[in-house]
């Protein structure tokens, strides 16, 4: 079976403790294909989400940007998400990450390519080494915040691709619902049955001897996430600016829930830092919204 790689490079804002993710069908350390253009002609892919073409990765914490290999399917992966193509033109780049910052950024949109990696009883790889990864999925989850688009997405690519069967699970390793046919997310509850709660995975194992406060943190996070999923008023979307602010404001509320020490072992960075998710190369101005909830 074919492999997947995950990658990382620093994201465009200066100082920001925040990675950019992508990922590839083939390993950039060996096969350094210099421009998008020869990857396609290789007959390799590459999955933009939502950045621009990247050679190869680096990341402070690795020379290489590497965050992981995992066997998977390169046909669901392109099925969910179209590989070899800019998400800011070609739609289905996306895959229900439709609008960036609204749904997800980066880090959910590389997981939804690498929810190909779940097959048999491996758990699917994700981002998650990325340096920011954590408050993401605070804000947006594993797989961003249109579940029920995601939940078709998965069912329909699982039936379309040959072998739907070898593929009942997710991030987290937790079993589909249904029968050993169910193709991705098509058990009792879809998506949400089989994505493991990587934020509350962090959480629990810093708050394990303090359930009081692990609760109201996961109470907090489910408030913020309601409010990001909220649309917002008008017919465009916010620019980056206006996103960046408002997770900063849900960041800022989990860190005086929290506290600096618990907040810097939990999220990865130090109480007050600014971080910035949302790529402002990616989303420059409010755009038009052509999803709803």
Same mark, same amino acid.
């Not at 046909?75 to 749904?103: E, K, Q, W």
């Not at 249904?178 to 998506?191: N, W």
């Not at 089989?194 to 959480?203: G, I, K, L, S």
């Given at each position: 079976?074919?492999?997947?790689?995950?990658?990382?490079?620093?994201?465009?804002?200066?100082?920001?403790?925040?990675?950019?993710?992508?990922?590839?069908?083939?390993?950039?350390?060996?096969?350094?294909?210099?421009?998008?253009?020869?990857?396609?002609?290789?007959?390799?892919?590459?999955?933009?989400?939502?950045?621009?073409?990247?050679?190869?990765?680096?990341?402070?914490?690795?020379?290489?940007?590497?965050?992981?290999?995992?066997?998977?399917?390169?046909?669901?992966?392109?099925?969910?998400?179209?590989?070899?193509?800019?998400?800011?033109?070609?739609?289905?780049?996306?895959?229900?990450?439709?609008?960036?910052?609204?749904?997800?950024?980066?880090?959910?949109? !590389?997981?939804?390519? @690498? $929810?190909? %990696?779940?097959?048999?009883?491996?758990? =699917?790889? *994700?981002? /998650?080494? #990325?340096?920011?990864?954590? !408050?993401?999925?605070? @804000? $947006?989850? %594993?797989?961003?915040?249109?579940?029920? =688009?995601? *939940?078709? /997405?998965? #069912?329909?690519?699982?039936?379309?691709?040959?072998?739907?069967?070898?593929?009942?699970?997710?991030?987290?390793? =937790?079993?589909?619902?249904?029968?050993?046919?169910?193709?991705?997310?098509?058990?009792?509850?879809?998506?949400?049955?089989?994505?493991?709660?990587?934020?509350?995975?962090?959480?629990?194992?810093?708050?394990?001897?303090?359930?009081?406060?692990?609760?109201?943190?996961?109470?907090?996070?489910?408030?913020?996430?309601?409010?990001?999923?909220?649309?917002?008023?008008?017919?465009?979307?916010?620019?980056?600016?206006?996103?960046?602010?408002?997770?900063?404001?849900?960041?800022?509320?989990?860190?005086?829930?929290?506290?600096?020490?618990?907040?810097?072992?939990?999220?990865?960075?130090?109480?007050?830092?600014?971080?910035?998710?949302?790529?402002?190369?990616?989303?420059?101005?409010?755009?038009?919204?052509?999803?709803?909830?």
């Amino acid at each position: 079976m074919p492999t997947l790689f995950a990658w990382a490079t620093p994201a465009a804002v200066p100082g920001a403790p925040v990675d950019h993710t992508w990922v590839t069908s083939y390993d950039n350390r060996v096969h350094a294909y210099p421009t998008a253009g020869a990857v396609a002609a290789a007959k390799q892919d590459c999955w933009f989400c939502w950045g621009a073409f990247h050679a190869s990765g680096r990341t402070p914490a690795s020379p290489t940007g590497s965050l992981g290999q995992q066997k998977g399917s390169p046909s669901l992966a392109r099925c969910l998400v179209t590989s070899n193509a800019d998400c800011g033109t070609i739609p289905a780049a996306r895959g229900t990450i439709f609008v960036y910052g609204v749904d997800g950024v980066c880090h959910q949109l !590389a997981n939804q390519v @690498l $929810y190909a %990696t779940g097959t048999g009883s491996a758990a =699917a790889l *994700t981002v /998650r080494m #990325a340096r920011g990864y954590v !408050a993401s999925a605070f @804000l $947006y989850g %594993t797989y961003g915040l249109q579940p029920s =688009a995601w *939940t078709a /997405r998965t #069912a329909h690519c699982g039936s379309r691709v040959g072998g739907a069967s070898q593929y009942p699970y997710a991030a987290g390793g =937790a079993s589909l619902q249904g029968t050993d046919d169910s193709p991705p997310g098509a058990g009792q509850g879809g998506a949400a049955m089989t994505t493991a709660d990587e934020f509350e995975a962090v959480a629990r194992s810093v708050l394990r001897d303090e359930p009081d406060l692990l609760g109201r943190l996961l109470s907090l996070r489910g408030e913020s996430q309601q409010f990001v999923a909220q649309r917002w008023p008008g017919r465009t979307s916010p620019g980056a600016a206006a996103l960046n602010a408002r997770n900063q404001q849900l960041l800022d509320e989990a860190a005086q829930l929290l506290g600096a020490e618990k907040f810097e072992r939990i999220f990865g960075f130090p109480m007050g830092e600014v971080i910035h998710l949302v790529d402002p190369a990616m989303a420059p101005s409010p755009i038009r919204r052509e999803h709803s909830r």
